[in-house]
């Protein structure tokens, strides 16, 4: 399964954060985040699965793994580098909470929080 995503990889993220744009691909064995900085975690190696509200604006799936945490979204559309704006994406909530249902299902011994 393939979803349009903003991501994020650090240890927190607020809405001035400067995200990047990418797709996520969901393998038999692993998360694959593939953008501007590909990223790819095996599911063994998730230690948490966090589904939150960023300042109630959309939901955020929060996924903590043995080197670090990443941020990401599903997106219904983007527009990066506007003048006197920055970025400025619509998050898909329903897709999102899709996604964080089916990272749910792959990584039993995660620690889920919705």
Same mark, same amino acid.
């Not at 599911?43 to 948490?48: K, T």
């Not at 990443?70 to 580098?81: A, G, H, M, N, Q």
């Not at 003048?83 to 899709?98: E, K, M, V």
């Given at each position: 399964?393939n979803?349009? *995503?903003?991501?994020?990889? $650090?240890?927190?993220?607020?809405? =001035?954060?400067e995200?990047? &744009?990418? =797709?996520?691909?969901?393998?038999?064995t692993?998360? #694959?985040?593939? $953008?501007?900085?590909s990223? &790819?975690?095996?599911?063994?190696?998730? *230690?948490? %699965?966090?589904?939150?509200? +960023?300042?109630?604006?959309?939901?955020?799936?929060? %996924?903590?793994?043995?080197?670090?945490i990443?941020? +990401? =979204?599903? *997106?219904?559309?983007?527009?990066?580098?506007l @003048? +006197?704006?920055?970025?400025?994406?619509? %998050?898909?909530?329903?897709?999102? $909470?899709?996604l964080f249902?089916? +990272? #749910? =299902?792959?990584? @039993?011994?995660?620690?889920?929080?919705?």
């Open positions: 399964m979803y349009k *995503i903003i991501y994020y990889q $650090g240890d927190s993220i607020d809405s =001035s954060t995200v990047k &744009s990418g =797709s996520c691909i969901l393998a038999d692993e998360l #694959q985040i593939v $953008g501007d900085e990223i &790819s975690v095996e599911f063994a190696n998730l *230690i948490g %699965i966090d589904l939150v509200r +960023l300042h109630g604006l959309g939901r955020v799936i929060r %996924i903590r793994h043995e080197d670090g990443i941020f +990401l =979204s599903v *997106i219904r559309f983007k527009l990066f580098r @003048p +006197l704006i920055g970025q400025f994406a619509t %998050i898909n909530f329903f897709r999102t $909470g899709q249902s089916i +990272l #749910q =299902s792959k990584v @039993p011994n995660a620690t889920i929080v919705s």
